[in-house]
Structure formats: C-alpha cells, structure tokens
C-alpha cells in the first residue's frame, strides 16, 4: 500500500489550503483513511478521519475549519483546510489502515504565516 499526499505549502493565517491523498496497492476494498500533523517540537496528532461508511471525525482544534472528504472509487481523502492559523503549521500525514496494517504517507509541509 502506497500513500501519496499533496497540497501543503506556505499560506497567510486566514488563508486556506487543500490536501490530497491517493491510496494504491492492494487495498482489499475501503480503508480507514485519517490525516495526522505533527508540528516543531510536539508528537504527531489525529486531525481528522474519515471511516467508510461512518462520518467525519475532527480534532476540536480544527472543527468548522477543516473538512475532510473521501473518494472511495478513486481511493483518495482530502482534507479542505479553512481559516488557517499560526498553530495549523506542520507536517501533514496520509494515514491509512488496510487488514489491521498501519501505513503512513510521506507526509507534506503547511506553513501558516502570521
């Protein structure tokens, strides 16, 4: 299983910014699909999950900010990013649960300028 996330970069508090991330290999159907950051300094945390056939999931730091959404034909999850602020800034990681197996995008850069 593969995990290929895209869209981070640099952006203004207040701005906004859209991930993507595209899940390949053998995926035995629908996985578990989240994103996680980790920011300088501070362990990786959950941001948002998005179970097949269940509801979104956020962090309270980020509801009615973030949006994260699914393709389940093309086997992708996005994560639309509103309002941005100083502390949104990190590395931002695909996550994947296929057959009990974690698996972990490469993770990409979201710098929010204040």
């Known amino acids: 299983v593969q995990l290929q996330a895209s869209g981070g970069g640099l952006v203004q508090a207040g701005g906004s910014l859209r991930l993507s991330c595209a899940a390949s290999?053998?995926?035995?159907?629908?996985?578990?699909m989240a994103w996680y950051r980790q920011a300088p300094g501070k362990q990786r945390e959950l941001v948002a999950s998005?179970?097949?056939?269940?509801?979104?999931n956020y962090a309270d730091s980020v509801k009615g900010r973030f949006a994260i959404s699914r393709d389940n034909a093309k086997n992708t999850v996005d994560l639309q990013m509103n309002t941005l602020k100083s502390e949104d800034t990190g590395v931002y990681y695909c996550?994947?649960?296929?057959?009990?197996?974690?698996?972990w995008g490469q993770g990409t850069l979201v710098t929010v300028s204040s």
């Open positions: 998005f179970a097949h056939g269940g509801s979104p």
């Open positions: 996550y994947a649960v296929v057959r009990f197996r974690e698996y």
């Open positions: 290999g053998s995926l035995f159907g629908t996985p578990f």
